[in-house]
């Protein structure tokens, strides 16, 4: 599925769109031919320490691009640097073209960019629902007062709630929409995570870490939401370490390793490269890169999970179409 035809003019099926995604040769910091986020000179010292050191940085739009690297890589600083959750030593970096060096990460947010933590940043005292609607009050216009206390909200409380069911059984916590956040297991956070940063109907969605400890029965459900919001024409930068994960869903692979970008390119090829490697090497000798064997295992491993019913034909997790036959489907009840 794809955006609207305002929003995807050319209406392009971001799954199978197969153009090149680098403009020439697939080398670290190489420009792309459609360009959401980019970043020039970012810096980030911590004591002695060179966390971060990135020349040249450029995330593919409509694409998902996996961020990887060795432990102590710099990848987490350097989000937290993207969405304003640190600041540089120096750097410019901009989205949509426009210049975000120095925005809060609340503004971030209100300009369609968002992202999760490592560690999720649910708040365990507030409902799911209360939760959600934390998440609707990134919104232009939305307080957060008015967020968690619905009857004084008036017109977009409606539309809000709805969007956040809709979202909410997508991502089966539907019937733990009353639960206080709390209760729900390491996944199920990461999951609500992921919806609520979804309310504010980002284009770029950067994720990090979002499989770790999450139980296996929950990892093809998020496996199916990383893919469906690039099929619904968001952009999507998550760091990972498992790279059988990385192999199945990434279209672009982006390496970290001392701070700097040392290798980008197609899972398949950064894989092999002797940079990555040696990276990889040089940090835990008993890394696994994936292979074709462990891609075709997961996929095996998937395709008999018959809880999945969450696939890319799916109707959409935040289209508007999705809420509306949502509303539709209430009224006739
Ligand atoms: P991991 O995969 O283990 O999460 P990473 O690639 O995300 O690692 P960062 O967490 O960004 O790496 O760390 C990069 C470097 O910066 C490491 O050497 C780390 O020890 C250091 N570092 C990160 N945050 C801080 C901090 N707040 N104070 C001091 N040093 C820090």
Redesign the pocket.
Known sequence: MSETNDQNPGNIDYMTDSRAIAVGENLPGCKKRDPILVADNVTRN??G?S??DVEHLEIPRHKITALI????????????LLTGFDTPHSGAWTFEGKDIAGVSSYKLARMGMVRTF?LTKVMGKLTVMENMRLGAAQQPGERLSKALFKNIWGGREREITKQADVLLEKFKLDAKKDDYAASLSGGQRKLLEMARSLMVQPKLVMLD?PMAGVNPALTQSLLDHIKNLKAEGMTVLF?E?DMNMVRHIADWVVV?AE?RIVAEGPPGEVMKDPAVIDAYLGAHHDVDLGDAQGIRELEAELEADEESIVGTEDAGIIAPEAVEAHLEEEEGR
């Open positions: 911590f004591g320490i966390a971060v690297g060795p432990n102590g890589a710099g990848k987490t600083t350097l989000f937290n490592q870490e760091v370490h970290m701070g």
